[in-house]
């Protein structure tokens, strides 16, 4: 019996070697005590963080400082608190922690020390008014009595198209200029941003360049030179001020750094909130959840954008006058004077 | 009638095959086509986004059709995995993975007496989609593989059972491959995209007109792809248009776009076929 079959053997034999060996090729599983989670976070940070050194900060440093906290008789909660900690060391918005179940949120407070220069009231109340017209969900617009355009765009989560914002140029182009107030707009899709600034300029505008890490060294990083391209469609090439705040964040940066070089485009308003970087996500071995920044983006005038701008304009809202927005009002009389 | 068009569509599309049967070693199937249900096991590992490794359990369906001659033999096979994996460290850590696969084979018989040797070579495709429901960024990643590859069978005849069964042992041994990859080192995006700088906000990598703009050619040594079978065919009885087989295959692939950060999967099938011969003469 085993005669007759004795070809097929050493092919049986053959087969079960080679289906076994896929684990050949995989890393062993990493450990999920307080030490190796530790460390894993630590090396992710350094392998992949973008932004250690424009941060100015050494995290080879970091490990020396905060691996003294850690060892395998601490509870979760403390090792969550000690990376946490380091996670707040980057002063970066899209790079966060979220550990124990959702127990514990780790983000940089962008506000903490700045003023509040946004009330969404007021700005519905007493300039967007009754006659707003909708673009997607999170946009509107309307005409101030000076005839200056206003549009105010709450974030770039929401879809917006070129069909709509060339109905919305398209309505607006007598308009002796444009408001874009995107304060508190904390980002969403920058291809969005990229969208809506391609309307403002007829021809292609060097905007800077981003900074991405390709690999595990310190120095592995590449440069994508971003040059803003002009839209098939509708244009609007007259004065344009950009409302900014401390909220403005991401996505948003993206249409402040897209727009900068544009020769009718100002900015109005306060620093803002920066997060210029790209992000990337993951889970550790224990399935805590991370964010970070995997690049960073340096504008054409050199500047690194991550810790937010000033704007060219600075304004303020004045909480003595509760029914006024300072910062409209005075990109209102920018644009007049232009 | 415009359903009808719409059939043949599919069935021509999907058409795959299985493998060939005999009732005699020197015989010769016409062609048929299969439908193959089974049960999918995956371990995999992306080093890039994690060193923990992911395994679970799901399903796999495949559709066929071949032909066999004299001398060669033609397979055409589409199918798909679906598997939910899951880290054994944490249960937070979750993926469905999605595999769409589609592969054809030409093999020449070497030798025909008391075992058939086959040689040939094959293209498949296989097109991988990775959902982790927790994440926001990296939620949904792919890798698109395009291989081609060396074939090889073995079949032998024997009784099993009171009938005729066909034994074959596949091989498959992936020479190069055109892949893309969305989740480069630090980003959702190729790699090969973020290093040769291309990546802005008004049209990013996915959206690439070409759409093998952004693959990249790997080879044998960097990249390893194995596809191998065991198969116990119950061949038809006289007059007998169809027949089953049951299966047990296995296809791994794994590479590295970045050194020492290989992206790597494992998925063993179990299988049941059957397969009807849609031209014999009876």
Redesign the interface.
């Known amino acids: 019996m085993i005669k007759?079959?004795y070809?097929?053997l050493p092919?049986?034999a053959l087969?079960i070697t080679?289906?076994s060996?896929?684990?050949l090729?995989?890393?062993d599983?990493?450990g999920?005590d307080n030490v190796s989670i530790f460390n894993?976070y630590w090396t992710i940070l350094h392998e992949?963080y973008?932004m250690l050194e424009a941060k100015g900060v050494n995290w080879n440093e970091v490990y020396s400082e905060y691996a003294g906290y850690i060892n395998n008789s601490i509870s979760k909660d403390s090792l969550s608190n000690v990376l946490g900690r380091m996670t707040l060391l980057l002063r970066d918005g899209h790079t966060w922690l979220v550990t124990n179940?959702g127990k514990y949120y780790y983000n940089f407070d962008l506000q903490k020390g700045y003023p509040i220069d946004l009330n969404r009231k007021v700005v519905k109340k007493q300039y967007l008014g009754q006659n707003y017209q909708n673009v997607g969900d999170s946009m509107a617009y309307s005409i101030l009595p000076p005839n200056i355009g206003l549009v105010v765009y709450r974030d770039f989560q929401s879809e917006i198209t070129d069909e709509g914002i060339n109905g919305m140029l398209t309505d607006l182009k007598d308009t002796r200029g444009l408001i874009i107030d995107v304060r508190g707009n904390g980002g969403g899709d920058?291809?969005y941003?990229?969208?809506l600034a391609?309307h403002f300029t007829e021809e292609k505008v060097y905007t800077g360049y981003?900074l991405?890490?390709?690999?595990?060294g310190e120095n592995?990083f590449?440069?994508?030179?971003?040059?803003?391209?002009p839209t098939n469609g509708v244009t609007y090439l007259k004065p344009i001020a950009i409302l900014t705040d401390r909220g403005v964040f991401s996505a948003t940066t993206?249409l402040l750094y897209?727009t900068d070089p544009l020769p009718q485009v100002f900015t109005v308003g306060a620093k803002s909130g920066g997060g210029s970087g790209?992000?990337?996500?993951?889970?550790?071995?224990?399935?805590?959840?991370y964010?970070l920044s995997?690049?960073e983006y340096i504008d054409a005038k050199e500047r690194h954008l991550d810790d937010g701008v000033m704007p060219d304009v600075e304004a303020h809202l004045n909480t003595n006058h509760p029914n006024t927005d300072e910062i409209i009002e005075r990109a209102i009389m920018e644009i007049m004077n232009r | 009638m415009r359903i009808r068009n719409i059939l043949i569509g599919v069935m021509t599309i999907s058409g795959t095959l299985m493998s060939f049967a005999q009732e005699t070693n020197t015989s010769i199937l016409p062609g048929h086509i299969k439908i193959t249900g089974g049960m999918a096991i995956q371990?995999y590992?992306n080093?890039k986004?994690?060193?923990?490794?992911l395994n679970g359990t799901g399903s796999t369906f495949e559709l066929g059709w071949g032909k066999e001659t004299k001398r060669s033999l033609w397979l055409v096979t589409a199918g798909m995995n679906n598997v939910n994996m899951k880290?054994?460290?944490?249960?937070?850590?979750e993926v469905k993975s999605t595999a769409i696969k589609f592969d054809i084979d030409y093999l020449r018989r070497l030798k025909e007496e008391?075992?058939n040797w086959l040689l040939g070579a094959g293209i498949n495709s296989n097109f991988n989609l990775l959902n982790?429901d927790?994440?926001?960024?990296?939620q949904s990643t792919y890798n698109f593989l395009n291989t081609l590859m060396l074939k090889t069978a073995?079949q032998?005849n024997?009784s099993l059972l009171g009938r005729t069964v066909q034994?074959e042992?596949s091989l498959g041994l992936g020479l190069l491959a055109l892949g893309k990859d969305t989740k480069?080192?630090?980003?959702?995006t190729p790699?090969s995209f973020?290093?040769?700088?291309?990546?802005?906000?008004?049209g990013?990598a996915n959206d690439a007109d070409d759409p093998f703009m952004y693959h990249e050619l790997m080879t044998i040594g960097n990249y390893?792809r194995?596809k191998?079978g065991?198969k116990l065919r119950f061949l038809p009885k006289s007059g007998k248009r169809h027949f089953w087989d049951v299966g047990y295959s296995?296809d791994?692939y794994?590479y590295a776009e970045?050194?020492?950060y290989?992206v790597?999967?494992?998925t063993?099938n179990l299988s049941l076929t059957y397969n009807f011969m849609f031209n014999r003469k009876k």
């Open positions: 007759k079959y070809t097929l092919l049986l087969f080679i289906t060996c896929e684990k090729d995989m890393e599983q990493p999920t894993e992949k973008g179940a920058p291809e941003a990229g969208m391609s981003e991405f890490k390709t690999g595990p592995a590449s440069k994508s030179e971003v040059s803003l391209r993206t897209m790209s992000t990337s996500d993951g889970q550790l071995a224990n399935g805590w959840i964010s995997v690049s | 371990n590992q080093l986004a994690a060193q923990h490794q880290s054994s460290l944490s249960e937070y850590v008391n075992v982790n927790r994440l926001q960024n990296d073995v032998k024997f034994g042992f480069s080192f630090s980003f959702t790699q973020l290093e040769k700088g291309k990546y802005d906000y008004q990013a390893r194995i191998t065991l296995w791994y794994s970045v050194t020492d290989r790597t999967s494992g063993h």
